[in-house]
């Protein structure tokens, strides 16, 4: 996940944080924080959790993805394979496609898609990590990849920060969207 508020709100993907007993989250300047979910929507496969932060944090602004070409430059940030402790890793990629759906992706496969293709490397642990443009705008949140192997092969999905946009304040306010 990753800062959108000042105030310790961080954005992410529901898959990520559903069925967790515990989470917490661990800063790149060391500071480890526990958790504690606000709000999440299978149907979109996001989810808000908020810390309390002792330090000041960067958060990532939101930019609009309706706005995005295919072509369009594309980095997407993660932490795949935490067992190998590869966190905080850039990748870099194009907008391949926009409007992605009718993809499945098991039993966690949200109803509401609107993706965004990339060729950004994302792998497992990269879920609710950032997907920014060139001047360091979210605009998406990185979710999932058509894989026959299960890591990238240059086929990856993000939610649309705008779609993410539109129930960020539901999730805030009461917990879940209401349609």
């Known amino acids: 996940g990753f800062f959108f508020r000042e105030d310790g709100y961080i954005l992410t993907n529901n898959h990520v944080v559903k069925n967790a007993s515990e989470l917490v989250v661990r800063t790149a300047s060391?500071?480890?924080y526990p958790a504690k979910l606000v709000g999440s929507d299978p149907l979109t496969d996001?989810?808000?959790?908020?810390?309390e932060p002792e330090e000041?944090?960067?958060?990532?602004?939101?930019?609009?993805s309706d706005d995005l070409k295919v072509g369009d430059w594309a980095i997407a940030i993660g932490n795949p394979f935490p067992q190998q402790g590869l966190d905080r890793t850039v990748t870099?990629?194009?907008?391949?496609?926009?409007?992605?759906?009718?993809?499945?992706?098991?039993?966690?496969?949200p109803r509401f898609q609107n993706y965004i293709q990339t060729d950004a490397s994302i792998n497992?642990?990269?879920?609710?990590?950032?997907?920014i443009n060139l001047?360091?705008?979210?605009?998406?949140?990185?979710?999932?990849?058509?894989?026959?192997?299960?890591?990238?092969?240059?086929?990856g999905f993000a939610i649309p920060i705008n779609m993410a946009r539109a129930v960020v304040p539901d999730?805030?306010?009461?917990?879940?969207?209401?349609?």
Do not use: Q
């Open 30 to 32: 060391g500071y480890e």
């Open 46 to 51: 996001l989810a808000v959790i908020k810390v």
């Open 92 to 109: 870099v990629g194009v907008i391949s496609a926009k409007g992605r759906s009718n993809l499945r992706f098991g039993d966690e496969t």
């Open 124 to 131: 497992p642990g990269n879920s609710g990590g950032p997907l």
């Open 171 to 179: 999730l805030i306010a009461s917990g879940k969207v209401s349609r």
């Open 56 to 64: 000041k944090v960067t958060i990532i602004p939101f930019g609009n």
């Open 135 to 155: 001047r360091g705008e979210c605009i998406g949140v990185n979710a999932a990849i058509s894989s026959p192997t299960g890591s990238s092969v240059g086929i």
